[in-house]
């Protein structure tokens, strides 16, 4: 699992992007990303995947509406995957469910090019990447109305309360995301961060386009989603993990 980078690069971040706004001379507002741009050492062997597979499974980020079937060569249901990391858990439910699509984003480097090295080594055919910010492509990318699922696994839990602005689940975002489901769509999201789940809870349950499928509780984790080392070591050690799965109504 990636980790949040220190406070300190995220405040330099913050302080370059208003300087950027500067320099430009423009007055338009930068959006407080989930995430802060690392360069991230990039392995032979995802550099070989990245050249090797990143033509064909790679597709470039483009403020327009993507043609999912002329993207994957056929017509099936779609499920998009926010922050994939290295790709694993990615893989191995793209390989038990060769009859769906599934859309991973990632903005590392790194993690593309691991998740492009297991496509390749597992000839898995049903997984495209967007390396961009998640909230751009389902602005300008995803249609409304078009997705049967969305997954978001251990998003960064930013830790400290004053970085909690950063954390991806909130009112806003999960509008957007619910306006790209179909009606019936769902969405998955687990964590390993007590009060990260507890502000999930409070925020899907508070959308009234979305209904809990699990009453008014966390869900039990589906067995499509794999359990990880890091959440295996983590469940030994006596920490929880929290599964929500909601759907469109
Ligand atoms: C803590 S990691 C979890 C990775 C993976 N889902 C897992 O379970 O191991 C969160 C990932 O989300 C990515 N991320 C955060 N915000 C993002 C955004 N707005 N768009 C795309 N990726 C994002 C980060 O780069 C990071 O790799």
């Not at 405040?11 to 338009?28: F, H, Q, V």
């Not at 998009?80 to 699509?101: C, K, N, Q, V, Y």
């Not at 251990?154 to 309360?161: E, L, Y």
Request: with cysteine; glycine share 8%.
């Amino acid at each position: 699992m990636i980790h949040n980078p220190p406070p300190d690069q995220d405040e330099t971040n913050e302080s370059a992007d208003a300087k950027d706004s500067e320099a430009t001379g423009t007055l338009r507002h930068r959006r407080i990303r989930s995430f802060v741009t690392r360069a991230g050492r990039v392995s032979t062997g995802q550099r070989r995947a990245l050249d090797e597979f990143g033509p064909r499974f790679v597709v470039p980020y483009a403020p327009q509406s993507l043609d999912w079937d002329a993207a994957f060569g056929r017509k099936a249901p779609r499920v998009l995957e926010i922050g994939f990391g290295m790709g694993g858990t990615t893989a191995e439910i793209a390989s038990a469910r060769p009859a769906d699509d599934f859309l991973g984003i990632e903005v590392h480097e790194p993690g593309v090019g691991a998740l492009l090295k297991l496509i390749g080594e597992q000839e898995l055919t049903n997984i495209r990447v967007v390396q961009h910010d998640a909230v751009e492509v389902l602005e300008h990318m995803i249609a409304a109305d078009s997705l049967d699922g969305v997954h978001i696994y251990f998003p960064d839990p930013w830790h400290k309360a004053r970085h909690h602005k950063r954390r991806l689940i909130q009112p806003k975002f999960v509008a957007l995301l619910v306006s790209r489901l179909k009606p019936d769509g769902y969405l998955h999201l687990a964590t390993d961060w007590q009060n990260y789940a507890e502000q999930m809870l409070e925020v899907l349950s508070a959308e009234p386009a979305l209904e809990n499928t699990a009453g008014s509780d966390y869900a039990e984790r589906p067995d499509y989603r794999p359990v990880t080392k890091f959440e295996r070591r983590g469940l030994k050690l006596g920490h929880g993990v929290w599964d929500l799965v909601f759907k469109r109504c």
